[in-house]
């Protein structure tokens, strides 16, 4: 691959870790959506690899999701920490 596919590649994974970073994504719509931003189903696929992109089968369709990603994220003790450091 040459530089500019790299590029390509890398831009994609970072657009991609934005739209997952709220929670599962139905995956036709990440792929209509990436294909909007110029981005091909080979680069987005080499991307959503490359971050380890999570496929979930959900009643009739896929959804994507980051590996790391919780749908409700529990509340960590050391952000009640955090806020009282800041007062």
Request: proline share 6%; glycine share 6%; aromatic share 6%.
């Amino acid at each position: 691959h040459d530089i500019g596919s790299r590029r390509l590649r890398d831009d994609c994974i970072v657009w991609l870790k934005e739209k997952l970073s709220d929670g599962p994504v139905d995956a036709g719509a990440m792929e209509q959506c990436a294909n909007f931003e110029g981005f091909s189903i080979s680069t987005l696929t080499r991307a959503k690899k490359e971050l380890g992109v999570d496929s979930r089968r959900k009643g009739n369709h896929w959804v994507w999701q980051l590996q790391d990603s919780q749908p409700n994220p529990p509340t960590k003790p050391d952000n009640v920490d955090n806020v009282e450091r800041l007062n």
